[in-house]
């Protein structure tokens, strides 16, 4: 081999290896940015007026607790819409659908995973709110309860794609074996492939979460922007404001180095955390399964 | 009796999935409802004036040009940073990387990097591009930021359509005396390319339609010419979207409805492709 080629096997080698670490650099790097920006708040806002009842950053009131309980009953609503309707669709395709009905579903549902989430605000704005308002004589349309509609909307093609992954991943023989023994595809569904696919349908569920977590254009344009806590079931039918809302809102307006932008910045940083904790839990299911599995195989 | 249990049995399974099929269409008809109704009251607003003009009397008449542009640019941006890095770091993982802790770590921060919210992409590139790097609020900042979050889909999809490839090309390959590499570039690659690129546009497309992570690092409300340099700020179609239907008092509604047309068309275009190149790369594919 002569010498050039070597050389600049040996260059390529080395970019292709250090772009192979890129991805932990990058996260490291986030991590950092959050931190240096994020953790000044806490020196500069007193922990009990950052859990207090105002989030009000004109007049110096920081309470992240009212963007707290708007994220989660956004989340909350979102999940009780996304998590019956995805795995059902996911059931529906991977169990029951003819092979054309499947090839048409499939796309479909890839193509909601595509539309911008602005898109989905901006339809919020125009129909979902009016029609939440005059349907449940509410003030305004523009409450947690659309937020949490678009948000299930935006969770359901994760929650399909990967749920329909794991209950096609459960092998053949499992369905014949109920069969043979006499039950109906339907109780081989619900006693046989769902519970062989759990933990599967479980990461899918998680990663939906997460999605609906950190969604912020749609939530933003639709909930009504009201930084108000929200600790009755009621308050679905108010407006609120999310974390994310809040970042994306107040952001473009705020003095870098300031308390407002350190504030924002922290929140980042719990939003941040929260998504690796989701992440790390939901890989950590599949990583149990799979254990489990090459035990039962062996 | 035993009849009896039976045909309860299958009356279950008749509801049961009678259920299933109404869930389906219930996820699936708004989707195509949601499309339909925009494309049915955006298209009137399609001329070409609305196309290749600029935005006039604060945007409540003329064009969109630049926001097209912008969109473009910037989802031009984001391939040229994150097509080179993203598949690299595929080919380490598909090629070179063992089994060990450190692969580990590298799988667990690229789930991460694709669980982080958008907005948090957006405080990230804010910190790093407009302020430390001193790029302010550019196409450049922007464009990286959305690099870094499309990273992760990229990655994913190239590793997997390298593993794809049946481990005797490589083997063959080596045996005719070709290097590590050369078996790459030569052999791994172009087999792998449609489904590489497949997984580029997703990832590609996925950065078009994002408003959170340009707001504070590229997105500018309005501007009447268009981005000369990599350092000026610029309209994207997803940030005019949100400006025209929350920051405008008085916009008209047909404004809006193209805007979201033009958007939706432009992602879903790049998502078409994308299926059309997988599907003529599976009937084409020997192996």
């Known amino acids: 081999m002569d010498k050039s080629l070597s050389w600049r096997e040996y260059v390529i080698t080395r970019a292709i290896k250090a772009s192979g670490y890129s991805a932990i650099v990058f996260v490291a790097l986030i991590f950092y940015f959050l931190l240096h920006d994020g953790l000044p708040a806490l020196s500069e806002v007193p922990l009990a007026d950052l859990l207090g009842q105002r989030w009000y950053p004109i007049e110096n009131y920081f309470s992240i607790l009212p963007l707290i309980t708007g994220t989660l009953i956004v989340t909350l609503g979102a999940m009780l819409v996304a998590i019956p309707l995805g795995i059902g669709t996911a059931v529906f395709i991977a169990e029951i659908a003819p092979r054309w009905t499947r090839d048409i579903l499939k796309p479909l549902v890839e193509l909601l995973g595509g539309l911008p989430s602005v898109v989905l605000g901006f339809l919020g704005i125009l129909i979902l709110a009016p029609f939440l308002r005059v349907f449940l004589n509410l003030p305004t349309g523009l409450t947690a309860l659309a937020g949490s509609l678009l948000l299930g909307g935006i969770a359901i093609p994760t929650i399909v794609s990967i749920a329909e992954d794991a209950l096609d991943a459960v092998p053949q023989s499992y369905r014949e074996g109920a069969w043979a023994i006499g039950a109906t595809r339907w109780q081989t569904i619900w006693r046989v492939t769902l519970p062989a696919a759990r933990s599967g349908v479980l990461t899918a569920v998680m990663l939906g979460l997460g999605r609906a977590i950190g969604e912020t254009m749609a939530v933003m344009m639709a909930t009504g922007n009201a930084p108000v806590l929200a600790v009755k079931l009621t308050s679905l039918f108010s407006p609120v404001r999310t974390m994310t809302a809040t970042i994306a809102a107040e952001m473009g307006e705020v003095a870098s180095g300031s308390v407002h932008y350190h504030v924002l910045f922290f929140i980042g940083l719990v939003l941040f955390l929260i998504s690796l904790a989701v992440n790390v839990a939901a890989s950590a299911v599949v990583f149990r399964q799979k254990k489990r599995a090459e035990r039962v195989l062996s | ?287």
């Open chain 2, 1 to 287: 009796m035993k009849k009896n249990a039976f045909s309860n049995r299958v009356l279950t399974q008749r509801l049961g999935f009678s259920l299933l099929t109404l869930v389906a269409l219930f996820t699936v008809i708004p989707i195509l409802a949601v499309i339909a109704y925009i494309v049915a009251q955006g298209a009137p607003a399609i001329s070409w004036e609305f196309l290749a003009g600029f935005p006039r009397e604060g945007m409540r008449a003329g064009g969109i040009l630049p926001a097209i542009v912008g969109t473009f640019y910037l989802t031009l941006g984001t391939a040229i940073f994150s097509v080179p890095l993203g598949v690299a770091a595929a080919i380490y993982l598909a090629e070179y990387a063992r089994e060990n802790w450190l692969t580990r770590l590298i799988r667990i921060a690229i789930i991460n990097l694709a669980g982080i919210p958008s907005v948090v992409y957006g405080l990230f590139g804010l910190g790093l591009f407009v302020f430390f790097l001193r790029f302010g609020t550019s196409l450049l900042s922007a464009s990286l930021t959305l690099s870094i979050m499309t990273l992760p889909v990229i990655i994913s999809a190239a590793e997997e359509a390298l593993r794809a490839v049946p481990q005797a090309f490589r083997t063959v390959s080596v045996s005719l005396g070709g290097t590590r590499w050369q078996t790459i570039r030569r052999i791994v690659l172009p087999q792998a390319l449609p489904g590489i690129i497949t997984g580029v546009i997703l990832g590609l497309e996925r950065a078009a339609g994002e408003t959170a992570p340009i707001l504070f690092t590229g997105a500018a409300f309005f501007l009447p010419r268009l981005p000369n340099s990599p350092f000026d700020a610029t309209m994207a179609l997803p940030y005019h979207l949100f400006v025209v239907s929350t920051q405008v008092p008085e916009m008209p509604i047909q404004i809006q409805y193209g805007t979201a047309l033009v958007l939706i068309a432009f992602v879903l275009g790049m998502n078409l492709i994308a299926t059309v190149i997988r599907s003529r790369a599976r009937a084409k594919r020997q192996w």
